[in-house]
């Protein structure tokens, strides 16, 4: 298995968070204990816990204000090696395009993210 986890970082979206992202992660199949969703501060952690179904999620990380902050903690916050892919707290779907103008729903982001860890190894890079 790919060695990579899923960072979302959010602020004071913690409805859209999971009517969203984590249902389009849980209707992919993804498993809960990739994710892992960074928060500004206590309060926010707190209303986030008290909102999202525990099975959605691994971890909630109390990070840093401010998404270029958040982003640079995630980066530091996991263990050197470890490719992570960041993704935004609102996501619906996911689209395979096919040309400038037409476009499909993707139907297996498992080996989506396999073939992003792949490219991330290839180029030795750590943040998809």
Do not use: C, W
Request: proline share 2%; no cysteine.
């Amino acid at each position: 298995m790919n060695e990579y986890v899923i960072a979302i970082p959010s602020y004071l979206r913690h409805i859209e968070l999971k009517n969203k992202t984590l249902n389009t992660l849980n209707r992919h199949g993804i498993h809960k204990d990739k994710i892992f969703i960074f928060v500004a501060n206590q309060k926010e952690k707190d209303i986030y816990e008290e909102y999202l179904d525990k099975d959605s999620y691994y971890e909630i990380v109390i990070g840093e204000k401010g998404i270029r902050n958040q982003r640079k903690y995630i980066s530091k916050f996991f263990k050197e090696g470890l490719f992570i892919i960041s993704m935004d707290d609102d996501i619906e779907e996911f689209y395979f395009r096919i040309s400038d103008k037409e476009q499909q729903p993707l139907n297996n982001l498992q080996k989506f993210f396999n073939n992003a860890y792949n490219t991330l190894k290839e180029n030795n890079a750590y943040l998809f």
